[in-house]
């Protein structure tokens, strides 16, 4: 049985793939509005360095890099999984869907996962030729900052999703999720070193976002990307990325259990 439902979320993750890869409009006005973004962002940060060759202890070079890899993580750390929830508890399928006999979570989890694997064709390697071209080429500091960087980021991952799964079951409570979807996209952008690294936060907030799971999303992979980092950060980040997985994976659990229990004796 575990062979067959493995076969399941792999049939799933092809057919997300082959979905995703159809919406070709869609995939154009995503790359033109991230390039607009990347490179807006890039002409801030060169404005912002004009007169100084440093600031915070870091150059323009560093943000140029900094800026290219967080528009590319964009479309790895994207997800859906809010929406499929929403969708499903507002048609009422909801509870047909979880008496199929795979996990429902999981097919969202493999649709997530085929989401991705078609954007890093469709527009991640378009987004680092044309920040190459325009902007800087994305070099890591060195081959053991990439390796770091690719395991923060695969943390990084899992944080997301997790905080995305966790969110999306609020849609049992409340029906209308779209703004809120919305709300919770921008500040996880806003709070995760997205736009602005947390270097250049105040001292006091810097210190409060580093204690939120946000931080972990987007800062401490590019932080490891451009080598902003030293031994001890690095370990303590790595370290609290982990632990984030750990609690936010717990506590979806817990709430899996319970929108699970609440939907087979309520019926949805």
Same mark, same amino acid.
């Given at each position: 049985m575990?062979?067959?439902?493995?076969?399941?979320y792999?049939?799933?993750?092809?057919?997300?793939?082959l979905?995703?890869?159809?919406?070709?409009?869609?995939?154009?006005?995503?790359? *033109?509005?991230?390039?607009?973004?990347?490179?807006?962002?890039?002409?801030?940060w060169?404005?912002?360095?004009?007169n100084?060759?440093?600031?915070?202890?870091v150059?323009?070079?560093?943000?140029?890099?900094y800026?290219?890899?967080?528009?590319?993580?964009?479309?790895?750390?994207?997800?859906?999984?809010?929406?499929?929830?929403?969708?499903?508890?507002?048609?009422?399928?909801?509870a047909?869907?979880?008496?199929?006999?795979?996990?429902?979570?999981?097919?969202?989890?493999?649709?997530?996962?085929?989401?991705?694997?078609? %954007?890093?064709?469709?527009?991640?390697?378009?987004?680092?030729?044309?920040?190459?071209?325009?902007i800087? %080429?994305p070099?890591p500091?060195?081959?053991?900052?990439?390796l770091?960087?690719?395991?923060?980021?695969?943390?990084?991952?899992? *944080?997301?999703?997790?905080l995305?799964?966790?969110?999306?079951m609020?849609?049992f409570?409340?029906?209308?999720?779209?703004?809120?979807?919305?709300?919770?996209?921008?500040?996880?952008?806003?709070?995760?070193?997205?736009? *602005?690294?947390?270097?250049?936060?105040?001292?006091w907030?810097?210190?409060?976002?580093e204690?939120?799971?946000?931080?972990?999303?987007y800062?401490?992979?590019?932080?490891?990307?451009?080598?902003?980092?030293?031994?001890?950060?690095?370990?303590?980040?790595?370290?609290?990325?982990?632990?984030?997985?750990v609690?936010?994976?717990? *506590?979806?659990?817990?709430?899996?259990?319970?929108?699970?229990?609440?939907?087979?004796?309520?019926?949805?």
């Amino acid at each position: 049985m575990k062979q067959k439902n493995g076969n399941v979320y792999f049939y799933v993750y092809k057919t997300q793939i082959l979905k995703s890869l159809a919406y070709k409009f869609d995939v154009y006005g995503n790359i *033109i509005m991230q390039t607009i973004i990347m490179i807006a962002t890039a002409f801030f940060w060169k404005a912002l360095f004009r007169n100084a060759t440093m600031v915070k202890g870091v150059t323009v070079d560093t943000m140029m890099t900094y800026t290219v890899i967080s528009s590319m993580l964009s479309v790895v750390l994207t997800t859906g999984v809010e929406r499929r929830i929403t969708d499903s508890v507002q048609k009422g399928t909801i509870a047909i869907d979880m008496m199929r006999p795979v996990n429902l979570f999981k097919v969202f989890f493999a649709e997530n996962l085929g989401t991705v694997t078609a %954007l890093f064709f469709q527009n991640l390697l378009p987004i680092f030729l044309i920040g190459s071209l325009f902007i800087k %080429l994305p070099t890591p500091s060195g081959l053991p900052e990439l390796l770091l960087f690719l395991l923060s980021l695969l943390l990084a991952f899992f *944080i997301n999703w997790y905080l995305s799964v966790i969110f999306g079951m609020w849609a049992f409570s409340i029906i209308q999720m779209d703004a809120l979807i919305q709300v919770k996209k921008h500040l996880i952008r806003l709070l995760s070193g997205s736009m *602005i690294p947390l270097w250049f936060f105040p001292e006091w907030l810097r210190s409060i976002l580093e204690c939120l799971p946000f931080a972990y999303i987007y800062q401490m992979p590019l932080t490891i990307y451009v080598g902003q980092y030293t031994k001890e950060s690095l370990v303590r980040g790595l370290l609290v990325q982990t632990i984030w997985v750990v609690v936010l994976f717990t *506590i979806f659990r817990f709430m899996e259990k319970r929108v699970t229990d609440k939907v087979m004796i309520q019926g949805g």
